[in-house]
């Protein structure tokens, strides 16, 4: 036994420096998977184990089999779909949290685990400036908030026609209104599924341009119907980095006394910085936020924070009990109460460590910066011939579209084209997306490690993809 333990040992050394030798290696060059999802599968491919295994050998066959597959999300120049970059302060935390082993569903189970959560939740509703007094439970990330805050929603909306859907559930219960923007993310219509909301019984709000909430349909949807509203807003719309106007529909939901829950993965990182904080205006009014560690905290995968200002409702949503869980003392934060899971990986490690890495300053320079890169690539690629800006650079978040030409199919080709050769380059890494029916090439900027030199070297790797494209044609 001793033997293998050493092995196991041995083989944990081994993780850490296969670990520090691929970030390196990410650190100054992009990284394409040169296999893919079916050639790893195939090399991985073998019958069920039947005795186990020296644990040195599983550690580098691991990293054999999986290597060509990766992706580099943590890369500087990778600017895909919306990846914070698992900062190491963050990835070294991680390494101790899985080494720990503590399972951070009850304070007794980890006293540690438990009480670094509660510290970071009161520092996140600092850094957020939202209600000191609101609850917050530490979650996978954006898309298990959204659905906690929306529970919380329900619970708060029908317990106002004396219903208790934890107890009595749907079947019979008074109806109620979901308002949601036209421009939502997908993952807020799959809250709603999983709640039994269902996803297309929604009343969808025009927007414009940006995907930003039209106010006068919002004020006329509140006005539509008297049965209890949710109304689910957004900071940081995925396509173009806007947020609804938070000023003006935030007092409209608060008078027609609907809950407003917002939608804010990433957008509502830039509460974090004095200059940025404008955009954000008006959303300390809402009553339950959904936002990312992993994204612009550079939290290692998975963080979220799920935040409530009713804190009653939000326990009563996801709180459970049974005799062999230990109760918490009053004093105490009992992580579980505000997360659906019981077992759980102790995230406040990780959180606290890139917080502590970071600082506030540090937060709001690395967001403020992030957005000053956007901005200055978005504007020297649209100087480039044939590369055509989609819409104004609100945050962090992006489009361009290839070939300036009214031939719609002909544009979506030589985006598509250009996206495709973008990343066949590995300069850069940026994904296509449609928006308003055309295909886009959508970029965001969203971590520690992206410099303007970053920045200056995408815009030179678009310029010589739509060239190879464009001599192509
Ligand atoms: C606006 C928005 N909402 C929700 C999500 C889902 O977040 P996650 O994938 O972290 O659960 C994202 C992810 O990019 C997002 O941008």
């Known amino acids: 036994m001793a033997g293998s333990e050493d092995r196991s040992f041995e083989a944990m ?36 184990p039947e005795s186990g295994g020296d644990a040195v050998e599983i550690i580098e066959d691991l990293n054999r089999l999986a290597r060509e597959g990766l992706r580099s999300p943590s890369a500087p120049r990778f600017f895909g779909w919306v990846m914070g970059g698992s900062h190491l302060t963050g990835v070294a935390a991680d390494f101790l949290t899985s080494a720990w082993g503590q399972n951070t569903g009850n304070v007794q189970v980890s006293p540690s685990g438990s009480a670094f959560e509660a510290v970071v939740v009161d520092w996140i509703l600092e850094l957020l400036d939202l209600p000191r007094s609101a609850s917050v439970g530490v979650v996978t990330g954006a898309t298990v908030a959204n659905f906690v805050g929306l529970a919380a929603a329900r619970s708060a909306q029908l317990a106002k026609r004396s219903w208790d859907v934890e107890a009595d559930g749907l079947y019979g219960a008074p109806p109620l209104r979901v308002l949601i923007g036209a421009d939502a993310h997908t993952t807020v219509y799959g809250a709603l599924k999983f709640l039994g909301l269902g996803a297309k019984r929604v009343r969808e709000i025009a927007t414009d341009d940006l995907g930003r909430m039209l106010p006068s349909d919002f004020e006329r949807a509140l006005g539509e119907d008297d049965a209890p509203a949710i109304a689910i807003g957004q900071c940081g719309q995925i396509n173009t980095g806007a947020s609804d106007p938070f000023a003006e529909i935030a007092p409209m939901a608060r008078e027609a006394g ?181 295909w886009v090439i959508r970029f965001s900027v969203i971590s520690a490690a992206t410099t303007p030199e970053d920045g200056d070297m995408t815009v030179e790797a678009l310029r010589k993809a739509w060239e190879t494209v464009r001599n192509a044609n």
């Not at 420096?17 to 079916?38: D, G, L, M, N, Q």
């Not at 609100?394 to 009214?406: C, S």
């Not at 002909?410 to 308003?436: I, K, M, N, S």
Request: aromatic content about 8%; overall charge negative; some cysteine.
């Open 258 to 438: 609907a809950w407003l829950h917002v939608d804010s993965a990433f957008g509502l990182w830039s509460r974090s910085s004095p200059k940025l904080k404008h955009l954000a205006e008006g959303l300390d009014l809402a009553d339950s936020w959904a936002v990312d560690g992993h994204k612009w905290l550079q939290t290692p995968y998975d963080c979220g924070f799920a935040i409530v200002r009713d804190v009653e409702a939000h326990r009563r949503a996801m709180s459970f009990s049974a005799s062999y869980l230990p109760v918490a003392d009053t004093s105490e934060r009992n992580p579980s109460d505000y997360v659906p899971e019981l077992s759980r990986r102790a995230r406040g490690f990780a959180a606290w460590a890139m917080i502590r890495q970071l600082g506030r300053d540090g937060i709001a320079r690395m967001v403020e910066s992030n957005v000053e890169v956007a901005q200055a690539m978005a504007t020297s690629m649209a100087e480039i011939d044939g590369v055509e800006l989609v819409c104004p650079v609100e945050l962090n978040q992006f489009m361009v579209r290839i070939g300036q030409t009214d031939d719609i199919a002909e544009g979506d080709r030589l985006t598509l084209a250009t996206v495709e050769q973008l990343q066949r380059d590995a300069v850069a890494f940026a994904g296509p997306a449609q928006w308003r029916g055309r």
């Open 13 to 48: 050394r081994l993780a850490a420096r296969i670990a520090e030798e691929f970030r390196r290696e990410i650190a100054v060059a992009e990284r394409t998977p040169t296999s893919s999802y079916a050639e790893v599968i195939e090399g991985l491919r073998a019958p069920l």
